[in-house]
């Protein structure tokens, strides 16, 4: 059952990029980062939220108690594997998967692999805009309602940043996946499957 406060959530965000569209600013594009490893395509399809003066504190705080986030923003991010590879310490076969980050207060974060592809908006919003309501989105509606489809939680390492990154923005090469925003950034080794 969605309750009005995650109903409230996604209708802000939609309005928000409803109202930037509407004032002639373009959203920020969609990043998309590519890699080949043991010559087989690996792609990170993921939204690019700014923090906007914001702090990653400040974002933190808003996480569900399950310190769940989305790893991006809008559409669910995706991780394509055409073979199978080695992230961290998780085989993970060629697939499609959505991707959300594991944001402990305390301790290592994990990138989490789902099978599940996303939830269309409109199942998410009643009054989803025509032109996204079959978009994919991730479970803003409780990650709970898809843990039993996860494929891996792999536990990233904090890396040092040259400087703050505004712009949520993931680094895929043939040894590492590299998520960086605001003063933080975290990385996990790729590297084909055994």
Known sequence: MRTKTQIAMVAALVAVAGMAAAQGQKPQPRGNATATVNGKKVTLDYGRPALKGRSMAELLKQLPPDRIWRAGENE???????????IGN??????KYSVY???PEKGDWSLVLNKDAGIPLIKLWDKAPPELANKLWPRLD??????????????MRSVAVKAPVDVFTADLSSSALTLSWGDKSWAVDVKPAK
């Open 76 to 86: 669910v991010t995706m991780l394509t594997t055409e073979g199978d590879v080695t």
């Open 90 to 95: 998780a085989k993970v076969p060629a697939g």
């Open 101 to 103: 980050v594991h944001a």
């Open 142 to 155: 409780g990650y709970d309602k898809v843990k039993a489809t996860e494929v891996a939680r792999i536990p």
